[in-house]
């Protein structure tokens, strides 16, 4: 069974780089076809696609976010991470990692439980 | 950019009851779109995937209609358990969601 779990920082400062990392047990991240994925929640809202990363290294972005996401993947260490730059208080949010198994259209079948990061000085 | 709308964006309803949600893709998505369920404090779960395709576990009660611009996720008995925010999705874009309450 495939988990997946959050890890980082819960607050950071306005202006700042915001930092997570996804750590996946229950596979390998660098087998299959799969995109690892990070979406967020701001409190009382709507998904949010941030970006993900392919089992190749390939990226794809929110082009909203674009300028200022970066997702990289640590096969050795069976992780993802996000960092998002330049942080401000709309970036305050519950953030998820999720796997996409297949195609770029197939569905994020695993989520992780979600992180809150809060962005204030 | 494709949009997702749902409507309606909140449902009251009681236990029993036969529920439908639609979402509105803003340009043909074929049948490429997921339906998530997601309880307060909780990771959104995948409930169905290709339009129509129950995911493992999932109760017989959730099914998923539709291809092209417009899809429909029904419930056909309200269970308690069934009370939260319905989503739905193609690739990187959600629907705004709906909050099924109880009536």
């Known amino acids: 069974q495939v988990q997946l779990q959050e890890s980082g920082p819960g607050l950071v400062k306005p202006s700042q780089t915001l930092s997570l990392t996804c750590t996946v047990s229950?596979?390998?991240?660098?087998?299959?076809?799969?995109?690892w994925s990070w979406i967020r929640q701001p409190a009382g809202k709507g998904l949010e696609w941030i970006g993900r990363?392919?089992?190749?290294?390939?990226?794809n972005y929110n082009p909203s976010l674009k300028s200022r996401v970066t997702i990289s993947v640590d096969t050795s260490k069976n992780q993802f991470s996000l960092k998002l730059s330049s942080v401000t208080a709309a970036d305050t949010a519950v953030y998820y990692c999720?796997?996409?198994?297949?195609?770029?259209?197939?569905?994020?079948?695993?989520w992780g439980q979600g992180t809150l990061v809060t962005v204030s000085s | 950019d494709i949009q997702l709308t749902q409507s309606p964006s909140f449902l009251s309803a009681s236990v029993g009851d036969r529920v439908t949600i639609t979402c509105r893709a803003s340009?043909?998505?074929?049948?490429?779109l997921a339906w998530y369920q997601q309880k307060p404090g909780k990771a959104p779960k995948l409930l169905i995937y290709?339009?129509?395709t129950l995911q493992s576990g999932v109760p017989s009660r959730f099914s998923g209609s539709g291809s092209g611009t417009e899809f429909t996720l029904t419930i056909s008995s309200l269970q308690p358990e069934d009370f939260a925010t319905y989503y739905c999705?193609?690739?990187?874009?959600f629907g705004q969601g709906t909050k099924v309450e109880i009536k």
């Open positions: 999720a796997r996409v198994q297949g195609g770029g259209l197939a569905p994020f079948d695993y």
């Open positions: 229950g596979g390998s991240i660098s087998s299959g076809s799969y995109y």
């Open positions: 990363i392919y089992t190749s290294g390939s990226t």
């Open positions: 340009q043909g998505i074929s049948s490429y």
């Open positions: 290709a339009a129509s």
């Open positions: 999705q193609h690739a990187g874009t």
